[in-house]
């Protein structure tokens, strides 16, 4: 059964345009920027990409945990990183693809153990264009132009896997023949740095090493930034709530949390606890909610009466020593008895 650290996020974007889709040929100026959204039935819902809350998190991990990247190669219209998994935590963690020829020992895939949604708006929104115009040059005319932006809170889950982390394989299954003996041969003094053990079925890391990763990665959620349009808007994208547990399964329990009431955001703790008695034996550690004060206080209440609340053998805590980070940091500190050896 695998071991997943399983999180619920909840972003506020009160005057924002995280993410742009480009310019948009049907509005009124040529210089139009809008921003991505989907449509369910006649309701348009703005969101974030996947890719880009990635983004942000890989620059979040370089900048505060000095992750060293894996850097890009490029061949006529196609990019790949080293798919060096033993230097780089980045192509461990995130994952990669380096398709070569059978000369170069063929394909490799790794599929990303950290796995995230988009991040969408809870409630439909109507988006507002703001016009503008560039009008500092001395002669000509002023050159229009207009983006738009919303206001909202956006929801997402993601997952990391437990067992994947700093574990690679050499078999032909998709997505998990993450080496091959060119590349071994290639990263043979990585291999040797990184004290990695070569198993029958798979090359893994150090223990420290992987807890370490895992930890890392989990550990700079309450600092990630990033956005479109910060010298607007200046967005603050760290989580505003967060919900997470390990979970002895693949499944994600905590996906339907959020909900549209009457055209407010809202968090749904009556489905929370119904998932958590579902699937108490499940849970591999106590289920840990961190919640900024300011953001959505009309859950203060119902989030205090769950704090220590038993669901089998283990608790809901609640901002610990209120405060959010603490949460994230007690979290963090549970997650090496749950790296296999």
């Not at 895939?109 to 409630?123: E, Y």
């Not at 990665?217 to 479109?228: D, E, N, Q, R, T």
């Not at 699937?279 to 704090?307: C, H, K, P, W």
Request: hydrophobic residues 35%; proline residues 4%; charged residues 25%.
């Amino acid at each position: 059964m695998s071991k997943n650290i399983i999180g619920f996020i909840l972003i506020d974007a009160p005057y924002s345009a995280l993410n742009n889709a480009g310019s948009d040929a049907g509005e009124r100026t040529e210089n139009t920027i809008s921003v991505k959204s989907i449509r369910k039935g006649k309701d348009i819902y703005p969101y974030i990409s996947a890719q880009a809350l990635r983004y942000w998190w890989r620059e979040t991990l370089e900048k505060k945990c000095s992750w060293e990247m894996s850097p890009i190669e490029r061949e006529t219209k196609i990019a790949f990183t080293q798919a060096n998994p033993f230097k780089y935590p980045d192509d461990d963690v995130f994952g990669y693809m380096r398709a070569q020829g059978k000369s170069d020992g063929g394909t490799v895939t790794r599929l990303s153990p950290l796995k995230n949604s988009p991040l969408i708006s809870i409630v439909p929104n109507q988006m507002t264009s703001d016009f503008g115009v560039m009008s500092r040059q001395k002669e000509g005319d002023p050159v229009p132009h207009e983006h738009q932006f919303y206001s909202t809170v956006m929801h997402g889950i993601f997952s990391l896997d437990l067992e994947s982390v700093g574990i690679f394989l050499e078999n032909y299954k998709t997505g998990q023949r993450h080496l091959n003996d060119k590349l071994v041969q290639k990263h043979r003094d990585s291999i040797e740095k990184s004290g990695a053990v070569k198993t029958e079925n798979d090359y893994r890391l150090p223990k420290d090493e992987r807890t370490k990763r895992v930890t890392e990665a989990i550990s700079v959620l309450p600092f990630i930034s990033g956005g479109a349009k910060s010298a607007l808007h200046l967005t603050d994208v760290t989580p505003k709530l967060l919900v997470m547990t390990i979970f002895n399964s693949g499944n994600h329990i905590f996906m339907n949390l959020a909900k549209n009431d009457n055209g407010q955001p809202k968090v749904n703790i009556c489905a929370l606890e119904q998932v958590l008695t579902d699937y108490a034996d499940y849970l591999a550690t106590d289920v840990y909610i961190a919640r900024r004060v300011g953001f959505m206080d009309e859950l203060e209440e119902e989030l205090v009466s769950l704090n220590e609340k038993a669901f089998g053998t283990k608790k809901v805590i609640y901002n610990m020593d209120g405060s959010f980070n603490k949460t994230v940091e007690t979290f963090t500190q549970e997650i090496a008895t749950s790296i296999p050896e």
